[in-house]
């Protein structure tokens, strides 16, 4: 008999944006701990973080990747 198992692990959420600042577009930096989730799980929870991060007006430039 053949079990398969999605390994679980801790992943990180990486994300690199501007923000604006008075009159001018900072580079910024997030890190998101996804902890206990199978790389399919991490992978949708990063695309979300990217999104939200992406919903305020002063952002933009948001990507997001997902390292071990």
């Known amino acids: ?4 198992t999605s ?6 959420c990486n ?3 501007e ?6 577009w900072d580079p910024n930096t997030a890190s ?3 902890t206990e989730l199978s790389k399919k799980d991490a992978t949708s929870a990063c695309d979300v ?3 939200t991060l992406g919903l305020p007006e002063d ?3 948001v ?3 997902l390292t071990k």
């Open 1 to 4: 008999m053949l079990f398969v």
């Open 7 to 12: 390994c679980k692990r801790d992943y990180s």
């Open 15 to 17: 994300c690199t944006y």
């Open 19 to 24: 923000e604006f600042h008075d009159d001018h």
């Open 32 to 34: 998101f701990p996804l």
């Open 49 to 51: 973080n990217e999104t």
């Open 59 to 61: 952002h933009r430039n």
């Open 63 to 65: 990507d997001c990747k």
